[in-house]
Each structure stands twice: as C-alpha cells, then as structure tokens.
C-alpha cells in the first residue's frame, strides 16, 4: 500500500462489451496496491466504477461477469427495437443491492445525459442501480430511464472518459481508463443497430478528447478487433487491458510519489451535479 495524502481519482471510460478490459486493468492495480480515492465511470464504465466503489475485487468482478450472456443485459423480445435497462439494474441490486450512491465505501459518480434538458448528469447522489442503468442507456440499444424530473440516456454522449468529474471533487491526479480508443471506425452496414453505433462512436469521437486533457494517465488498451456489442472474447479482453496497464504502471505509481497541487479547473457549466 502507498501512504499518500493526495487525493487521486479513476475514470472508467465507456465503450459497451470492450467494458471487460477495465477488469484486467483492475486486476493491474491490485497487484501493484494501488487504491483509489474517486471513481466516476460512464456507461460500462459506471458498472464497473460502481463495484469498484463498492470494494469488489478483480476475482469478484470476473466470478460474476464470466457467466453473464447477452440476454441477460438486453432483455427484449422483439429484435432490433431498444431494450429496458432491467438486466443493468438486476445486475447491480443482486450483487451490491439496492442501495444509494452514498452508501458505497468510496465516492462513486455515474455520468449520464439528460436528453430533456440536454444536459450532462453527474449522479453522485440517489439510487445506485437507477444511476447506472441511466448511465448505460445508450440510444437505439436501451430504453431512455427516468431519474426524478429527468430521462436519461448514455453518457457517452457527452462525456466518454469523466476525469474532468473527478477534478471537480477534488482530485489531485487523475488515471482514466479508456477502453475504445478505436471508437472513430466507420461502417459500410446500412442495418439500423450499426448506423446507430457508428454513429455515437462519431459523437464520441470529439469527448473523448476531454477525458485525455483532464488525466494525467490514460490507459489505453487495444480493442480495435473486439465488437462494443459482443461479448466474443472477453478473456482476451481482460488480457489487453491487464497488459495496457502493465506496460505504463510506472507513470501510475510515480502519480502516488508526487506532492499536492493546485487543483485544476473544469468547465462545469454545461453539467448538472446530483451531489
């Protein structure tokens, strides 16, 4: 374990089935000690952001998601319409139940858009399961979900990699996560679901620009030859994403040597904080 009095934060980026790589960075971080002190996650990144917070373990995290199918995430019944995010919330309550935010042993934030008022959504705050689902609902794939006044849709669609969330509470050093590095792909399918998915990866495209300008480290796997809605390949998936933080864990651990810092500034006006 590091003994440090700085305060520094984790950002799990979205990127939909890619989301599995995030567990063999987790995996990284263990072996290494390495802890954190925030956790804001967007899209697949809030679920597992959420059990991070939670104090799951790497081994806890694989034992659950190694057994999880398709079907059990996107539970609709008519083929190429949106599903409800219940299989999102089930996963959460289940295993971590049916709590609030603030409940969690380390500050979690779940980031998502409200497509009433156009705004992003930093739920810091309220029901857990809720906050992820919201978080996750990407357009075309998953049904919008109600949160108080507002509907929500993914996060992605405004803020890919959140480390910019993480230096509004506080954080002295940022490491992100980014598991879609790839996300700026075309497509030559004219099917419904491919149009919609490249066209969030282009939406994508320019927020994620803002997650690498708020982190002092991003880890970056490569995922190019995975799909973001598959599942295909999940060990390999892992493998990447212990390797990516492998190969740059020395800038990590010199982030844990380092002193305070005056903290940066972020542009918070476009962004609702439910803290």
Do not use: W
């Not at 980031?111 to 919201?134: F, P, Q, Y």
């Not at 980014?178 to 004219?190: A, H, L, P, Q």
């Amino acid at each position: 374990m590091f003994k440090k009095k700085i305060k520094v934060g984790i950002a799990f980026g979205g990127g939909g089935a890619r989301g599995f790589t995030h567990l063999g960075v987790i995996k990284a971080f263990e072996e290494f000690g390495i802890k954190f002190d925030c956790v804001a996650g967007t899209s697949v990144g809030s679920i597992v952001g959420a059990f991070y917070a939670a104090g799951y373990t790497y081994k806890q995290m694989y034992d659950i998601v190694k057994n999880i199918k398709e079907k059990d995430i996107r539970k609709n019944v008519i083929p190429f319409t949106p599903s409800k995010t219940d299989g999102i919330g089930e996963l959460v309550i289940n295993n971590l139940g049916d709590i609030n935010i603030e409940e969690l042993p380390i500050h979690f934030s779940a980031v998502a858009v409200d497509i009433k008022s156009t705004k992003e959504i930093c739920i810091s705050k309220g029901n857990l399961a809720k906050a992820v689902m919201g978080s996750c609902a990407v357009p075309g794939v998953f049904q919008p979900v109600i949160f108080d006044d507002m509907i929500l849709c993914d996060g992605g669609l405004q803020n890919t990699i959140p480390a910019d969330i993480l230096r509004y509470y506080g954080c002295d050093y940022v490491v992100s996560v980014d598991v879609n590095k790839s996300r700026t792909y075309g497509t030559d399918s004219t099917k419904f679901l491919d149009v919609v998915m490249c066209s969030i990866r282009i939406l994508m495209k320019s927020n994620a620009v803002r997650g690498y300008v708020y982190s002092d480290v991003v880890v970056a796997p490569e995922t190019k030859r995975f799909k973001s809605t598959k599942a295909d390949g999940m060990e390999e998936m892992i493998d990447e994403g212990y390797k990516a933080a492998i190969d740059i864990m020395p800038e990590i651990m010199e982030i844990f040597n380092k002193k305070k810092r005056n903290k940066i500034k972020t542009e918070s006006q476009d962004i609702v904080f439910l803290d």
